[in-house]
């Protein structure tokens, strides 16, 4: 029960790995609420203790496979913001990447979950924020965006809308879409300049 | 079972009411996948069979909870585009409405049930579009918004951007996020004249 882990025996790794992948898959499959840890071990030829004596519970084990969503992120410095976005966004489009499949699974489940919300923040909207950040940076130092924009609501933008397709839409995220959200949102948000004031 | 459903009768009218103010309630307390409709019963002093009598299962019992979240929407008409955008949003804002509290409840469970979509789609995507669209169509017409927007991307902002918030920053929408919704974003998308053309 309260056996300290033994980290570093390379199957007991191999058998952690398969068992993140697993709840990953059943995350996009059925989303958290429905995911039983039963199910997740008995994809890995496992039974239930062997996830309990790795994760105190279901909460854990999904942080824990979230984390692991955080891939290589591209750092793209094309020479343009227009460029940038769209190299940004190809890790949306990789066919490799469930990250959004997952997230869709959480959606309900994060609104009453802290845990779970801080996992995808880590995971997913820090580093999607801060390459953001990185890329209008350089913009506003090229001349490309005045300064002062509300970056943190027009970097929201992207995960919002892409998640929105996904779940309320149920349309997949491709490159038309992508496209539109830059040149239609994105694009316009970050460099346009106001002629006059308004009242 | 297969009985014909007797309409018209105040005291089933009242019950019926009473079932799908429940169901919203625990949509937005506990999510659709742990939902029971046992639990809708309970809390109406109903058991289940009084719910199977009217609706044949789950699905069709939350569809129908979701289509009376249909209510009165303002049809903003103040001369300007910001301040109907301001109206638009006032829906989002009021506290009655819990609208939003049930469409998260929905998120996962829409992701993979077609039917799920389809109701948020006709009582809460739909309206929101159509007001969009006649606001920004009378802006079009006063000179304010050059023709040619992606009116459909631009217009799934609002929504995107208000369930991002209430999900995976489990943030609320209030005042300052609309504004900074129409004015960091949907004001500039719209109405910006480029200056010069872009390579």
């Given at each position: 029960m309260s056996s300290p882990s033994k980290a570093g025996r390379p199957r007991s790794a191999d058998l952690d790995r398969a068992l993140l992948v697993a709840t990953q898959d059943l995350l996009a499959e059925v989303g958290y609420d429905r995911l039983s840890i039963e199910t997740v071990a008995a994809r890995c030829g496992a039974g239930k203790a062997t996830v309990y004596r790795r994760w105190a519970g279901k909460s854990e084990l999904v942080a824990d496979a979230v984390a692991q969503l955080h891939g290589e992120y591209p750092e793209p410095d094309t020479g343009t913001l227009r460029g940038d976005l769209l190299l940004m966004s190809s890790i949306w489009l990789?066919?490799?990447?469930?990250r959004d499949a997952v997230v869709a699974g959480l959606l309900t489940a994060m609104a009453h979950d802290a845990g779970l919300r801080e996992a995808v923040r880590v995971a997913v909207s820090e580093p999607h924020q801060a390459i953001f950040a990185a890329i209008v940076g350089r913009a506003v130092a090229r001349g490309e965006v005045p300064a002062g924009r509300d970056l943190e609501m027009i970097g929201s933008v992207f995960p919002a809308v892409t998640f929105h397709h996904l779940t309320?839409?149920?349309?997949p995220v491709g490159k038309e879409l992508v496209e539109r959200i830059i040149d239609g949102v994105l694009m316009p948000a970050l460099t346009w300049h106001e002629p006059t004031t308004r009242g």
């Open positions: 990789d066919p490799d990447s469930r309320v839409l149920a349309a």
